[in-house]
């Protein structure tokens, strides 16, 4: 069984389009994730949300707007898609505030815009 | 900004040499992390430091947490060819905006 699974794994777009990539977890988590791995594969921060409220917002641009139904799910809507959207984005989660608890990370959706 | 500089960017070793991978930053952090990334997959967790001058080994990985917690260090003995991978070090801010901060990692390719 996945853990934290993200569909789709890989996403070809043109400019302009808009798109939606979702995630699941099916730990229990109470804490859920959106990463950005650029092509120098650093990984930054985008949202962080807990029991369906948004923590952390790491100054993304509107464009990118994060929905989550419920504990289990974290969804990545992209309006407007532009060429430096192109990365890979991985879902994680975490249960608590442990400083000893561990990050899943689902296996990353890689999205091109072209 | 809380920032994670790790170095080398690239290291290229033979198999049988050891190694250290070195993690380092201006702020301090509740904890440190070490998570491995291979192609294709996401990040996985090797090991947790929480406590300054802490050392954890794992099989021939030795971590250590330095005593101010604002660096760690890797050090990987007779590295295998099952060893190469991305190698991120990653920072944890904890209370209510609990956070993950990631160093720009390591990649390590073990030759024959």
């Known amino acids: 069984d996945t853990a934290v699974s993200q569909t789709p794994k890989y996403l070809v777009t043109q400019m302009g389009n808009d798109k939606s990539i979702k995630c699941e977890q099916n730990?229990?988590?109470?804490?859920m994730y959106w990463y950005k791995q650029d092509s120098k594969k650093f990984l930054k921060i985008m949202f962080s949300y807990n029991n369906k409220e948004l923590i952390i917002n790491e100054t993304v641009p509107n464009r990118f707007s994060p929905k989550s139904p419920d504990k289990a799910h974290l969804n990545l809507h992209i309006n407007s898609l532009e060429l430096g959207d192109s990365a890979v984005y991985f879902c994680?989660?975490?249960?608590?505030?442990?400083?000893?608890?561990?990050?899943?990370f689902g296996q990353g959706t890689r999205l091109t815009v072209v | 900004t809380q920032l994670l500089e790790q170095s080398p960017q690239f290291l290229s070793i033979q198999e049988g040499e050891n190694l250290t991978v070195y993690c380092n930053s201006s702020?301090?952090?509740?904890?440190l992390q070490w998570y491995r990334q291979e192609p294709g997959e996401g990040p996985v967790l090797l090991v947790t430091?929480?406590?300054?001058?802490e050392v954890k080994k794992l099989k021939r990985l030795t971590f250590q947490f330095g005593d101010a917690r604002k660096d760690s260090s890797l050090h990987i003995t007779a590295a295998q060819t099952g060893d190469t991978g991305l190698y991120l070090c990653a920072g944890l801010s904890g209370g209510s905006n609990y956070k993950l901060t990631f160093g720009k990692g390591t990649l390590l390719t073990v030759n024959p």
């Open positions: 702020s301090v952090f509740s904890s």
């Open positions: 994680a989660s975490h249960y608590g505030v442990a400083m000893n608890t561990e990050a899943f």
């Open positions: 730990l229990g988590h109470d804490t």
């Open positions: 430091v929480v406590t300054g001058g």
